[in-house]
């Protein structure tokens, strides 16, 4: 199956600090999502991107799709310690019978030092 | 509007023994799938449905059946447990190219 690549695994930061990470992929997507997890709770969706070259905001939050189709960011900026939690990048591939099928990361843990 | 509702939050099965892990949507969604979570795989679907009477496998549909006889509910069962059962199972819908939306997950122990 298809893969993606998240890094970084983990993340050790100040509070205050901005935070980027970023998901590659050796196919096209047609579609970018990222998602944070709390503990003991499930996804929660925070960016959806669907064209490529996409810029997108969500609060202190931006996520770019990237021009080739392979690839997104997402950057945190003033982390605070809410911020905490696995954030997972997922891409819907370009066409064909699988198009409605999610592709997750392994996500990056973040830690925020108060 | 409870968006997914998995049930049980947690339980613990013997090896050999099955169960159904309940989802239901109150979104009306076409699409809904099955993942398990691991420390270090991230999601991995195992089965899915793109609308009622339709279902299909994922990455990992071994030891796993499903069935959707309506639009709310998609079922997951476990024929016979194993220890390498033992996940976070989450249940999600999504509708054409919105971002999915995902239940609590179940937490499950096989012994």
């Known amino acids: 199956g298809q893969q993606l690549n998240q890094s970084p695994q983990s993340m050790f930061i100040q509070e205050g600090e901005d935070v980027s990470m970023n998901c590659t992929s050796s196919s096209i997507f047609n579609t970018w999502l990222w998602y944070k997890q709390d503990p003991g709770e499930g996804p929660v969706l925070l960016i959806a991107l669907y064209k490529a070259g996409e810029l997108t905001s969500n609060g202190r939050l931006t996520a770019q799709f990237g021009i080739t189709r392979k690839d997104s960011f997402l950057n945190i900026s003033a982390s605070i310690p809410s911020d905490v939690g696995i954030y997972f990048c997922?891409?819907?591939?370009?066409?064909?019978?699988?198009?409605?099928?999610?592709?997750f990361g392994k996500g990056t843990k973040l830690s925020v030092i108060p | 509007n409870a968006g997914v509702t998995q049930t049980p939050k947690f339980q613990v099965l013997k090896t050999g023994q099955s169960m159904t892990l309940q989802c239901a949507q109150d979104m009306n969604h076409e699409y809904m799938s099955w993942y398990r979570q691991d420390p270090g795989m991230g999601l991995r679907l195992i089965h899915y449905?793109?609308?009622?009477?339709?279902?299909d496998q994922g990455e990992v549909p071994n030891g796993y059946n499903v069935s959707r006889s309506t639009t709310e509910d998609f079922p997951l069962r476990l024929l016979s447990a194993a220890p390498s059962q033992t996940s976070v199972y989450f249940c999600a819908c999504h509708a054409g190219n919105y971002g999915y939306t995902f239940g609590s997950g179940t937490r499950l122990t096989v012994v």
């Open positions: 449905s793109v609308g009622a009477g339709i279902t």
């Open positions: 997922a891409g819907q591939p370009h066409s064909g019978a699988g198009s409605y099928q999610l592709t």
